[in-house]
Nanobody, 115 residues
């Protein structure tokens, strides 16, 4: 059974940092493209960042220079380091792993940026 489990969300003040983790089980995580998506209330889910099996990365314009995605294949885990957080970063953050016809999602972790 494939599982993706996100962790690391919480409440942080503007300008603060959080590191999200996505731990996978049941798949060879290293061969998957892994993305972090987010969905704010009343808005569509959007791609925040993704990392390929070769560790190439992509970022949405809204997070470039503030967020960093990385992976530790030995731990079957992908991270999202989020710095200089803004209130507009508030959302549920989801981890996604896909490869060809296989597409898996975690249940999400809530990030709230507020003073």
């Amino acid at each position: 059974q494939v599982q993706l489990v996100e962790s690391g969300g919480g409440l942080v003040q503007p300008g603060g940092s959080l590191r999200l983790s996505c731990a996978a089980s049941g798949i060879m995580f290293s061969i998957y493209v892994v993305g972090w998506y987010r969905q704010a209330p009343g808005r569509q889910r959007e791609l925040v960042a993704k990392i390929t099996s070769g560790s190439s990365s992509y970022y949405a314009d809204s997070v470039k220079g503030r967020f960093t995605i990385s992976r530790d294949n030995a731990k079957n885990t992908v991270y999202l380091q989020m710095n200089s957080l803004k209130p507009e970063d508030t959302a549920v953050y989801y981890c996604n792993a896909y490869r060809t016809i296989n597409d898996y999602w975690g249940k999400g972790t809530l990030v709230t940026v507020s003073s």
